[in-house]
């Protein structure tokens, strides 16, 4: 039997992702099919990078499936429509920031019809994505894992972090840590700005002293002093992550409240700013808290 991969929701991450697992598949002598909610898009997909566009059904009963959806919500829907195609022996493998309570309650939905699940987030954004380098954090069964590493073909690193659920942990800790780290340097440079400061210098100092990070390094030199803000991940998606994160401190009592404060402020700015908009134009609501403008 030919090896069929299965790759649904093509969006910022899913698109670039799914071909690299088609042009894996096209090398092994595999089937690799996409399916995506609104059709034309897996349509303009298979046309551009090969593959075959799929209803649901047809895609779930791929040996292994890749779901990039926003949120954990949409992956139970997506699930439930799937579930008369799935097969024993399939591995699910998530790569949505999900939440970690929502993938194991998935992996025990699955197990009934005999499908493994792995919640495996990813970092690296677009670019990585494109390039076929993100990191891909992994939470569940080594089997399952071992099964479905070599399929993985948009990863340049996959560590496995534990049981079901804590990849999706891990993956909301990175992003609320982007957050404040993104957030506390923005109220650096409004002070800065409003001082009279010239903002290029200082983050010229700042990156070459301890102060730095990835947002003072590559975020706002290339996406806010440019004013350019590029929409490549989304606001609501980074509150939704931070929210997971807030989540996950409740869960296990403890006592964040740095995280708690990020979490709140990035939620404000999504709510203020639109959750459509980057996420580095949370900074615009800082320069309105500032009146200055970060450039
Ligand atoms: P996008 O908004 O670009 O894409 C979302 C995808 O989900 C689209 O394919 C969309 O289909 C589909 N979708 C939305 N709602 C539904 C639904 N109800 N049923 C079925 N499909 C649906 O998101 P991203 O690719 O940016 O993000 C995907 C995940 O990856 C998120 O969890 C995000 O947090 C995470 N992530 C994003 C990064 C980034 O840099 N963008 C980096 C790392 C992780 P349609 O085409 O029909 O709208």
Known sequence: MTRTAAFLGLGAMGGP?????????????????????????????????????????EAARADVIFTCLPTSAEVDEVLEAAWDGLRAGTVWVDCTSGHPEAARRQAERLAERGVAFLDAPVSGGTVGAGAGTLTVMVGGEVGALEQVRGDLAFAGRVVRVGDVGAGFAVKAINNVLLAAN???????????????????????????????????E????????????????????????????????????????????????????????????????????????NGTVIR
């Open 17 to 57: 992702m799914a071909a690299h697992v088609v042009q894996r598949m096209q090398n092994q002598g595999g089937r690799a099919v996409v399916w995506n909610r609104t059709r034309a898009r897996a349509d303009a997909h298979a046309a551009r990078f090969g593959g075959e566009a799929v209803d649901l059904t």
């Open 182 to 216: 993104l957030w506390t340097a923005g109220e650096g440079l409004a002070a800065l700005a409003r001082l009279g400061v010239d903002l290029g210098a200082a983050l010229e100092v700042i990156n070459a002293s301890s102060g730095r990070s990835n947002a003072t």
């Open 218 to 289: 590559n975020l706002i030199p290339r996406r806010v002093l440019t004013r350019e803000f590029p929409a490549t991940f989304g606001l609501g998606l980074l509150a939704k992550d931070a929210g997971i994160a807030a989540d996950v401190v409740r869960d296990v009592r403890g006592s964040a409240p740095m995280l708690m404060q990020t979490e709140a402020l990035i939620r404000a700015a999504a709510t203020l700013i639109g959750p459509d908009a980057d996420h580095t134009a949370a900074l615009q609501l800082v320069e309105q808290m």
